[in-house]
């Protein structure tokens, strides 16, 4: 069965310290993206990726790091977490004509 | 650059009711539309998805959406709401399914 999965689903980290988002699929899609949902303003893109090794910039990339060692993983890194990135975080993978793919998100707090 | 309008953030309907969330969309070319459901504290599920061909596309639970590329629109439709269809409603717009931008979603609260 298709599937994303994420982790950890919740985390607490403190302000300037590294955060790494994980995200693995089992579905063999060459696209995966890192989202975040924040009141307001929906799921906005944060990085993606068209295959192993590849990674890109979305429209709010700035604090965000992002890597994708393999076909099947792509994480998100916070270098120094901040406040501001508080959110639910969201991984999803998909393939050119389909919809994509989402976990069940990531909630993430940063004191 | 492509975006998405889901101009009520709130939706109250009576349980039996018909139902209409709305979406504008802005995209140069021929879009791919999508709408997705969010249940508490899960992630995203799809509902249905308009490729170009046939505007009234079908869904899951008796959904269907129809495109209208005059009005620059894709409206989620259903008959009769269910208790269950409690939930927040994201509309979406990409090339081919490739990087959606997403709507800031409608709350369906359903009264019984």
């Known amino acids: 069965e298709a599937a994303v999965t994420q982790s950890p689903r919740n985390k607490v980290a403190v302000t300037g310290g590294k955060v790494t988002l994980s995200c693995n699929q089992t579905?063999?899609?060459?696209?995966m993206y890192w989202y975040r949902q924040d009141t307001g303003h929906g799921l906005r893109l944060i990085h993606y990726?068209?295959?192993?090794?590849?990674?890109e910039k979305g429209d709010i990339p700035d604090g965000y790091k992002a890597s994708r060692p393999s076909q099947e993983n792509f994480s998100l890194i916070l270098e120094l977490a901040t406040p501001s990135q508080t959110s639910v975080y969201f991984c999803a993978s998909g393939d050119w004509g389909q919809a994509p793919l989402f976990g069940e998100g990531t909630r993430l707090s940063v004191l | 650059a492509q975006s998405v309008t889901q101009p009520d953030a709130r939706v109250t309907v009576s349980e039996g009711a018909s139902l209409q969330l709305r979406c504008k969309y802005s995209y140069f070319g021929t879009p791919y539309l999508f709408w997705y459901v969010q249940y508490p504290r899960q992630g995203l599920q799809l509902l249905l998805k308009y490729y170009p061909g046939d505007p009234v596309v079908q869904g899951v639970n008796g959904f269907e959406a129809e495109f209208s590329k005059s009005n620059s629109s894709f409206h989620l439709r259903k008959a009769s709401v269910h208790w269950s269809d409690w939930a927040v409603y994201f509309c979406a717009v990409s090339n081919m399914g490739y990087k959606l931008t997403f709507g800031t979603g409608t709350s369906l609260l359903v009264d019984p």
């Open positions: 990726s068209y295959g192993a090794g590849s990674t």
């Open positions: 579905n063999n899609h060459n696209n």
